[in-house]
């Protein structure tokens, strides 16, 4: 498993990013998948995650509403669309996978981090 995170930048406070995370060994397809984000200081936390066939997913009360998760497993790929971004979600954002199908929020549950991509929101 190899996980590439991209689309992360610099943004306004209000704008919106899409982030991907592709899998270019193509070994995650049964694989729930999540994203986590680390900001400075802080430890990571949960984000989303997603079951294998996208048919559970789950958020951080702090963006639900705000963020969607999605996959095409045909491509290998998990997204993270991100809406009404905030000074506050500013992080390094990771995607992961899991270690079975089910979706979790438990950092524990995810074998595989990709390197991360960096979300900055200003006010």
């Known amino acids: 498993v190899q996980l590439q995170a991209s689309g992360g930048g610099l943004v306004q406070a209000g704008d919106s990013l899409r982030l991907s995370c592709t899998d270019s060994r193509r070994a995650t397809s049964n694989n729930a998948m999540g994203w986590f984000r680390q900001a400075p200081g802080k430890e990571r936390e949960f984000v989303s995650t997603?079951?294998?066939?996208?048919?559970?997913?789950s958020y951080a009360d702090s963006v639900k509403g705000r963020f969607t998760i999605s996959r095409d497993r045909a491509k290998n790929t998990v997204y993270l669309q991100m809406n009404s971004l905030k000074p506050e979600d500013t992080a390094v954002y990771y995607c992961?996978?899991?270690?079975?199908?089910?979706?979790?929020?438990?950092?524990?549950?995810?074998?595989?981090w990709g390197q991360g991509t960096l979300v900055t929101v200003s006010s």
């Open positions: 992961a996978a899991g270690r079975s199908s089910v979706a979790s929020s438990d950092r524990s549950q995810y074998r595989y």
């Open positions: 997603i079951s294998w066939n996208g048919g559970m997913t």
